[in-house]
Nanobody
Framework: VQLQASGGGTVQAGGSLRLSCAAS????????VAWFRQAPGKEREFVAA??????YYGDSAKGRFTISRDDDKSTVYLQMNSLAPEDTAVYYC??????????????????????WGQGTLVTVSS
C-alpha cells in the first residue's frame, strides 16, 4: 500500500490550497482515508476523514476545509479555504480499511492505521 500526498505550498492568509492523496496497492473504495497535520513543536492533529460518502471533520477544519474522494482515481482531496498562519504544518494522509471516518480521529485508533503517506508541507504567511 502506498499513499502519495501532494499539493502543499506557500500561500498568503485567506488563500486556498487543494491537497491530493493518491493511493496504490489497495482496493481504495473500501478504505477510510484521513488527513492529519503536524506543526513544528506540536502534536499530530486530526483534520478530516472520509469513508464512502461519509465525512468527519476536526474542529480546526469545520467550515473551511472540504474532504472528498474520487474512487476511480484512487485519490482523496482536501480543499482548504480561508487559510490562516496557524494552518501551517506538514499534512499527512492515511488510509485504513477497518474503521469509520469518525474513528480515524480517535487517538486510540491512530497507531493502528494501515498506511501513511509521506506528508506535504503547507505554509501560510500572514
Amino acid at each position: 500500500v502506498q499513499l502519495q500526498a501532494s499539493g502543499g505550498g506557500t500561500v498568503q492568509a485567506g488563500g486556498s490550497l487543494r491537497l491530493s492523496c493518491a493511493a496504490s496497492g489497495l482496493t481504495f473504495s473500501r478504505y477510510a482515508v484521513a488527513w492529519f497535520r503536524q506543526a513544528p513543536g506540536k502534536e499530530r492533529e486530526f483534520v478530516a476523514a472520509i469513508k464512502w460518502k461519509v465525512v468527519y471533520y476536526g474542529d480546526s477544519a469545520k467550515g473551511r476545509f472540504t474532504i472528498s474522494r474520487d474512487d476511480d482515481k484512487s485519490t482523496v482531496y482536501l480543499q482548504m479555504n480561508s487559510l490562516a498562519p496557524e494552518d501551517t504544518a506538514v499534512y499527512y494522509c492515511a488510509a485504513d480499511r477497518g474503521t469509520t471516518a469518525r474513528d480515524m480521529s480517535l487517538s486510540s485508533r491512530v497507531d493502528l492505521i494501515d498506511a501513511w503517506g509521506q506528508g506535504t508541507l503547507v505554509t501560510v504567511s500572514s
